[in-house]
């Protein structure tokens, strides 16, 4: 299994505050079958709240010694903020992508989403991006731009879920919002989006989802998708290379 969204990078952000935890997450997602972590810690637009490409590459190099070589893969990777001009820096590379890919995973708010949001994917998908938006089904304005979502999906946009969100982690409401995305057909990915203090839930998650749109689709969603998502557009899959 790929987990293509936490928080492992020691001391950058809401995530481990040193190496030992970070070990800790780690072992965590290992055991619930991840072979490859993408670390993806925040990244905003203010340069004193943001972590640059070299210091995320800097902490997977760090992981990846502690690890050893039986531990998983860890690719770099961050979850960007929606602002106005995120398309032209990932076009100018400042900001961190999916591995080593074209993707590029865009933090969904938990409130208002961003009057930009729209022209930014557009751009972004114009110039062969593809942007994955994580857990849509968490905001709080989530029934009021369900359709929206979907039509976005319709456009190339990837739709990630947070695995606690399909198992109950972060409540009824977000539960609910979880099932109406995966009722439609509107769930492209499941990832764990682990921090400190919370579960990846990716095992509990592959279940509920497969009981609710059943095992193929399921598999497509936590194997097939993330591999994908890593792919060089059209120049074969990182990291099976097929
Ligand atoms: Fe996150």
Redesign the pocket.
């Known amino acids: 299994m790929i987990d293509l969204?936490?928080?492992i990078i020691p001391g950058v952000d809401d995530g481990p505050k040193d190496s030992e935890e970070a070990l800790s997450l780690c072992r965590m997602l290992q055991k619930e079958g991840v072979k490859v972590i993408v670390a993806?810690p925040?990244y905003y637009p203010e340069e004193r709240l943001s972590v640059g490409i070299d210091e995320v590459a800097a902490g997977c190099r760090e992981l990846r010694d502690l690890l050893g070589d039986n531990g998983p893969i860890i690719l770099s990777g961050g979850?960007v903020a929606v602002y106005n001009g995120v398309a032209e820096a990932v076009f100018e590379a400042r900001v961190p992508l999916l591995g080593e890919g074209k993707s590029v995973l865009l933090?969904a708010p938990f409130w208002q989403m961003p009057l930009c949001l729209e022209e930014e994917i557009f751009k972004l998908l114009a110039n062969g991006y593809r942007p994955v938006l994580?857990?849509p089904e968490r905001s709080r304005e989530f029934r009021y731009i369900v359709d929206d979502l979907l039509a976005m999906r319709r456009q190339g946009v990837m739709l990630q879920i947070t695995a606690g969100s399909l198992t109950g982690s972060y409540g009824t409401h977000v539960k609910a919002a979880a099932g109406t995305l995966a009722a439609q057909g509107g769930i492209d990915l499941v990832a764990s989006?682990l921090?400190p203090g919370r579960k990846p839930d990716l095992k509990a998650a592959y279940s509920v989802l497969s009981r609710l749109i059943g095992t193929a689709a399921t598999d497509k969603v936590f194997y097939d998708n993330p591999v994908k998502v890593l792919s060089k557009i059209g120049k074969g899959c990182y990291p099976c290379n097929c």
């Open positions: 969204h936490c928080h993806t925040h979850e933090e994580a857990h989006d921090h």
